[in-house]
């Protein structure tokens, strides 16, 4: 069901300036917990030919994730290597591929030619329903299909069937979530070669389902529509209500601080409410204290928040000092598990600025090192 009707501003509640978000507020990120440096052996295509970068897995409702006929189902954005990686965003596909004990294998685009409403599948979650059958890919559409050129993002979701062949008989993708402009930036973005850093968010869907509640809910990146900052990035959160998907306010806020919390992943162990997001340096305000490319997170009692810095200032896990870009869009599975790709690694310093060279030959596209994460209340260290 298509939720396009824009909420009765009377309806929403701004009893406080922020819609009660709770507050990055950027701070020492001096010793940041580094992850080891990735090295020539670690950079190993799986598809010759084939850049692969942001992934999240098929999961269960309750965030285990899917081992189907003893393999996990993974999503990746996919694109043909160009001589500029950049440029990988304007021509990304959802890719399917499957993972067990013989390594990767491919199963093509998850989604079928000439379905997309868009131009480009940007990133999102798959959830397997409990009935066993029923998945759901949750993803961001970039444009529209025959539309100007633009980084408009657009909230989808599109049902699929997972049986003895895999996942397909993909039906017909429904827009869930519409930005209302009161707290969410609605902005078509009809330029199509945007500055790093400077785009407004509204991508990402994230499923998670509340163990308190049973209430499905889907947490996405966005920007305030309530500020002119620059740097005016959020996390929001929509709930299913029946067969609709209704805007709640916003989770965090880091209004001044950075513009881009991207890809909030959510999660729920002991008792407690996580969500992560992965964030770079040049994305930090000017005034504010820029912390690294890393893994960053906040930890709640419930999903509504009050949600506290995990580790005090937020950072899980950053690139080594020495390597700032070697690593970036980290997923959390339900296991504690941390995916992410390999980004422009091995660069000892030097920049792609001074050395457009190296902007192929040193950009990973597949999968970075797997690592995993230590539970201990507010606190979350790389284990």
């Not at 084939?50 to 189902?73: N, Q, Y």
């Not at 591929?97 to 997309?116: C, K, V, Y």
């Not at 690294?292 to 000092?321: K, Q």
């Not at 995993?372 to 209340?377: A, M, Y």
Request: proline share 8%.
């Amino acid at each position: 069901m298509t939720n396009d009707a824009k909420p009765d501003q009377q309806s929403i509640d701004q009893s406080i300036g922020n819609f009660g978000a709770s507050r990055w507020i950027a701070s020492d990120y001096a010793d940041p917990p580094q992850l080891p440096p990735i090295t020539a052996a670690d950079v190993a295509p799986i598809l010759p030919g084939i850049d692969l970068w942001d992934c999240w897995p098929l999961a269960h409702e309750d965030g285990r994730s899917v081992v189907h006929h003893g393999r996990m189902l993974w999503f990746f954005l996919g694109a043909p290597a160009l001589p500029d990686p950049a440029d990988r965003h304007v021509i990304a596909r959802i890719r399917l591929l499957s993972h067990g004990t013989d390594g990767w294998r491919d199963h093509g685009h998850a989604l079928p030619d000439g379905l997309n409403p868009g131009t480009r599948e940007w990133a999102g979650s798959a959830v397997l329903g409990d009935d066993g059958v029923t998945v759901t890919l949750f993803y961001t559409v970039a444009g529209r299909r025959d539309g100007p050129s633009s980084v408009e993002q657009r909230l989808y979701a599109v049902d699929g069937r997972l049986d003895e062949e895999g996942i397909g008989h993909w039906q017909t993708p429904r827009e869930i979530i519409v930005a209302d402009g009161v707290r969410y930036l609605l902005d078509r973005q009809e330029v199509s070669n945007p500055a790093p850093g400077t785009i407004k968010a509204f991508r990402d869907p994230a499923w998670f389902r509340d163990p308190a509640t049973g209430k499905a809910h889907v947490l996405f990146c966005a920007s305030a529509a309530w500020s002119d900052d620059p740097h005016n990035g959020l996390i929001g959160i929509a709930t299913r209500e029946g067969d609709a998907w209704v805007p709640g306010n916003p989770l965090i806020e880091a209004i001044g601080v950075n513009n881009e919390l991207e890809r909030p992943c959510p999660i729920h162990r002991d008792g407690r409410y996580y969500v992560f997001w992965s964030t770079q340096r040049h994305t930090f305000g000017p005034h504010a204290v820029a912390g690294p490319n890393g893994l960053y997170g906040a930890v709640a009692d419930r999903i509504e928040g009050p949600w506290r810095m995990i580790n005090g200032n937020g950072l899980v896990a950053a690139n080594p000092l020495d390597e700032p870009t070697q690593s970036y869009s980290w997923w959390v599975t339900g296991e504690g598990e941390v995916w992410s790709f390999v980004d422009y690694w091995g660069m000892a310093g030097r920049a792609l600025a001074d050395h457009p060279e190296l902007l192929r030959s040193r950009f990973g596209g597949t999968p970075a090192p797997v690592f995993r994460l230590r539970f201990d209340g507010d606190r979350v260290a790389i284990a």
